[in-house]
């Protein structure tokens, strides 16, 4: 009994000397030790432009003349144009396409970039390098995202998020409200927004003398996110992933509702989408509400461009996204996280660093308030904190900071929702965005054709406003997914 008890005595002394080596590390193996006089270099690929590439810049050089000298790791970021002109470098890169780069130490990614980037066995799992008290102090949502493979591990670190808002030009809609009774409530779901674009396209077509020429009230960035997050209101959910695997959930129910409030008042005139964004069409005063991301909203434009020789100012205001009457609101989360490629402790271990002080919650925070990126930290997203943030920055703009402080709300009261990735998750995607709008402006742009030709407009819209025509959308949408898993 003695031996035994000094045996056990042994066993627990040894575990106590042994804790502080694993101290901070998730899965019980030691972290590797870095060398100052020897520093890790690492190379970092992003999107970001304009204003949001100098914060990062800034932030990038703030670290490496601080934590970084005195840990020993050196971040070298570069910028690779747009969004899908990083996603093919970096592709090409993991596939060692000739001509292209070496695959970078960090680079963001959406998680259907992440995904296929994993599947070469190329994307690091970042649980060794943080607990899971480090862990729990982000957003939930932000690190279940991150978490696509069969093992769930982290393959995704979030750094910088967005979700959708409204933005109204006040000043136009004022003139409407005051003659019409309308108010901001009415924007509050889809079925009201709908409901009040056509009032505000028969108000303006009262003002004049030519019939038929109401104006366009609101459009739309992003139809694939329309589609995605109101469908999981409705409760169906489109792309049901499990383990890689997608399965398509068209409920027709769900996508009546979709089509009846997007396409049927689209070839109305009541909807519309004339420039690249929906900014750019505020701008020239095509309509005078839309809905964008977080990060869109800084685009928002201050005065509306009548002609060459004609403008006036605006007032905006931001609103939440609106969703389904009757419906949980789910509010779409995008933003692309970084993802570190695989390789020796010591690089996914400086990574994991670099990464852990960006997300600091009031660095996380200037950031914000420079790009217009939203926080991952749970502690980062109170309105108290952002708008001493924004009060303490020079040169922002009011746009920004509202459409800010309103996603911060769809944040903390929302659910938010991005789906799973999946083998060609990014050809399915552009089956949504595309396969429902294209239809639109085509069927459309043939109605006008019609009225041109002297067709009513009520004849011309009622002959694509039909069972038939929806059925068919259903059946082209259905079997363009599919295609994309073939």
């Not at 005051?178 to 009032?199: F, H, M, R, S, Y």
């Not at 690249?276 to 069409?281: E, H, L």
């Not at 999946?422 to 709008?437: D, H, I, M, P, T």
Request: aromatic residues 12%.
């Amino acid at each position: 009994m003695k031996n035994l008890f000094c045996r056990a005595i042994s066993v627990v002394l040894v575990t106590l000397l042994a804790l502080p080596l694993f101290v901070g590390c998730s899965i019980g193996t030691q972290l590797p030790k870095l060398d100052p006089s020897n520093p890790v270099s690492l190379e970092l690929w992003h999107y970001y432009n304009g204003p949001q590439k100098v914060a990062f810049d800034e932030m990038v050089a703030e670290f490496n003349n601080t934590v970084g000298l005195e840990k020993g790791i050196i971040v070298e970021a570069f910028n690779q144009g747009s969004t899908n002109d990083l996603l093919t470098k970096v592709v090409d890169a993991a596939n060692k396409k000739v001509g292209a780069d070496d695959i970078p130490d960090i680079f963001a990614a959406y998680s259907d970039t992440a995904y296929e980037i994993d599947q070469l066995g190329l994307v690091a799992d970042l649980d060794p390098y943080f607990t899971k008290d480090e862990l729990a102090e982000y957003v939930p949502s932000y690190i279940e995202e991150g978490r696509f493979d069969k093992e769930d591990s982290l393959k995704i670190f979030p750094i910088a998020k967005s979700t959708e808002v409204m933005m109204l030009n006040k000043t136009d809609w004022d003139k409407f409200a005051q003659a019409t009774g309308a108010t901001t409530n009415d924007l509050a779901t889809i079925e009201g927004v709908t409901e009040t674009a056509k009032k505000y396209y028969e108000w303006t077509d009262s003002l004049t003398e030519t019939p038929d020429d109401g104006k366009t009230f609101f459009g739309r960035d992003a139809v694939a996110n329309y589609i995605i997050s109101g469908m999981q209101q409705l409760g169906s959910t489109i792309f049901d992933v499990t383990d890689g695997e997608v399965s398509f959930q068209l409920t027709e129910s769900a996508l009546r509702k979709i089509w009846d409030n997007y396409y049927v008042p689209y070839i109305n005139g009541y909807f519309g989408a004339y420039g690249k964004f929906r900014s750019d069409d505020a701008k020239t005063g095509d309509l005078i509400a839309l809905v964008c991301s977080t990060t869109g909203s800084a685009y928002f434009p201050t005065e509306v461009t009548v002609n060459d020789n004609e403008s006036y100012p605006i007032e905006s205001l931001t609103l939440p996204a609106p969703c389904f009457e009757g419906a949980e609101r789910y509010s779409i989360q995008q933003g692309a996280g970084m993802v570190v490629t695989k390789s020796d402790a010591k690089t996914e271990y400086a990574a994991a660093e670099f990464l852990k002080w960006f997300t600091d919650t009031q660095r996380n925070l200037d950031f914000t308030v420079e790009s217009g990126y939203l926080p991952v930290k749970k502690s980062a997203n109170d309105t108290d904190l952002v708008k001493k943030t924004f009060e303490q920055a020079d040169g922002i703009s009011s746009a920004l900071e509202d459409s800010v402080l309103v996603s911060i709300d769809e944040v903390n009261q929302d659910i938010l929702y991005t789906n799973k990735a999946f083998q060609n998750g990014f050809n399915a995607r552009n089956v949504l965005e595309y396969s429902l709008s294209d239809k639109a402006q085509a069927d459309y742009e043939t109605i006008l054709t019609d009225i041109s030709n002297g067709i009513s407009r009520t004849d011309a819209v009622a002959k694509f406003d039909t069972d038939e025509n929806f059925s068919s959308w259903v059946s082209e949408l259905t079997s363009s997914l599919e295609e994309t898993q073939k």
